[in-house]
């Protein structure tokens, strides 16, 4: 399940999750000051497992420097309805299993703020899975980059595809029915 992150607690695991992955990878930290929501997946048996960070995007966003994501026509055409993804991972162990919770916690808040797109800069190999296996609508703005550890694609998401057409996309998990089960 994927839930926000509300208290010390959860920021801690949070920045555990990315951290630990970052740090796998060997990416540089960068910590945000500014950011719209943060969430978490959560197993059933209550392990943190997977991070994603939800940034705004400003026509002086530092993603304009890895991509041409300004120049683009859709982020000029919605400006105001577009945000950044940021700090998206899933620890080794789980990776796979849990997509669907990040990708519904992002389709989730794009619906509930009215988020039309999201840019992103996606590893070639997980731009692929999205497209692949889940169907994601996503748009490259660039070639690959070499940032900060590995290279890249800048792209953006089609949020506001996938929450006005839901039936088309079996992965994404109902907010209503997002519920950890409590074991004693």
Do not use: C
């Amino acid at each position: 399940m994927f839930k926000r992150v509300e208290n010390e607690l959860e920021f801690a695991m949070f920045n555990g999750i990315w951290t630990t992955v970052w740090n796998e990878k060997g990416f540089e930290f960068e910590f945000s000051e500014v950011f719209l929501e943060r969430y978490v997946v959560v197993t059933e048996e209550g392990h943190y497992v997977g991070s994603i960070e939800i940034k705004p995007y400003a026509e002086d966003s530092s993603m304009n420097e890895i991509g041409p994501f300004l120049e683009h026509p859709l982020i000029q055409a919605e400006m105001g309805h577009i945000a950044e993804i940021d700090k998206l991972a899933i620890l080794s162990t789980f990776r796979g299993r849990y997509v669907t919770d990040l990708l519904s916690a992002i389709v989730h808040y794009a619906e509930k703020h009215q988020i039309s797109y999201y840019a992103m800069l996606l590893e070639p190999v997980l731009m692929r899975a999205l497209r692949i296996s889940y169907h994601v609508p996503i748009q490259k703005v660039g070639g690959r980059v070499f940032y900060k550890g590995e290279d890249v694609i800048p792209s953006i998401v089609n949020a506001r595809e996938v929450y006005m057409n839901k039936e088309r996309f079996t992965w994404l998990i109902d907010p209503r029915h997002n519920v950890i089960k409590k074991y004693k």
